[in-house]
């Protein structure tokens, strides 16, 4: 059974003329562990449908499935990496971590000792290689490390499914093939369900499993779904 089910998914959007049909009719299944990349071109409707998997909105038509439940909100089995960190500023590295797993601890009905808190923060602090700048502020560190930071909240949420919308796209290109090499060396410890929205298309054949592309269809509309899978 696959651990993600767009289907017959739609998302018509209310303007002055009427509707806006951003989404019509995507259907796409996800397996657990796969590493899929979004793309298409800027419109075509690729952060309407991680917006719709997180549960920020909700959807016209279709529905989201996500470990056999109905997307109905957003919730802390899918976590969401954004272009621009959303690093809380007046919290450390380190705090800004261990907040995340203290809403997963709470979310879960679990109390967990300080001492587990901190190695768990620790621990994902050194998957993405921050442990070095645990005290520092978000405005202290490079927009690189800020990305590294939210990827490690991300994943201390332990989510089903880790969503990212252009998560290296703000980066200058060595701080990306950095950071791309620090999501691949993630991946093969964690083996993550990611899904992946991208301009790059060297990116997504680098990091990626099945690369989908979302065309405009006629009229505007949009919603094909055309799936390349890539050899490993
Ligand atoms: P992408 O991420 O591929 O660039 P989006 O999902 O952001 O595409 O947007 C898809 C289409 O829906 C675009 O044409 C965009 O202008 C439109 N759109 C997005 N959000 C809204 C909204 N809240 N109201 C009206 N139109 C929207
Ligand atoms: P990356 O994020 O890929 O490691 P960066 O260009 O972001 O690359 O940073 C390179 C290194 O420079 C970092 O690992 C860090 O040790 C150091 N560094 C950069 N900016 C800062 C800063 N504002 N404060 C402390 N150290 C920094």
């Not at 071109?41 to 529905?63: E, F, N, R």
């Not at 923060?121 to 502020?137: F, R």
Request: charged share 20%; glycine share 8%.
């Amino acid at each position: 059974k696959p651990l993600l089910e767009l289907t017959q998914l739609g998302m018509r959007y209310p303007v002055a003329t009427g509707e806006f049909v951003a989404l019509k009719d995507v259907n796409l299944t996800v397996n657990k562990g796969e590493f899929i990349s979004l793309i298409g071109h800027s419109g075509c409707g690729k952060s309407t449908v991680l917006d719709l998997i997180a549960g920020l909105q909700m959807p016209t038509d279709g529905g989201v499935i996500v470990s056999n439940k109905e997307v109905a909100g957003p919730g802390p089995d899918r976590a969401v990496v954004f272009q621009h960190h959303a690093l809380l500023p007046w919290l450390t590295v380190y705090q800004n971590v261990e907040l995340a797993l203290k809403q997963v601890a709470i979310h879960q009905k679990q109390k967990v000792s300080k001492t587990l808190l901190n190695q768990q923060v620790m621990h994902y602090l050194e998957l993405v290689q921050m442990t070095h700048a645990s005290d520092k502020k978000p405005d202290e560190i490079s927009g690189g490390m800020k990305q590294r930071v939210g990827i490690a909240r991300a994943l201390a949420m332990q989510p089903n499914v880790l969503l990212m919308d252009e998560p290296f796209g703000a980066l200058d290109a060595l701080t990306r093939a950095h950071l791309q090499d620090a999501l691949m060396a993630i991946q093969t410890e964690l083996n993550n369900t990611i899904i992946m929205i991208t301009h790059d298309v060297d990116e997504a054949v680098l990091l990626s499993d099945r690369i989908v592309m979302m065309s405009n269809g006629p009229a505007a509309t949009i919603g094909q779904v055309l799936a390349v899978d890539l050899p490993r």
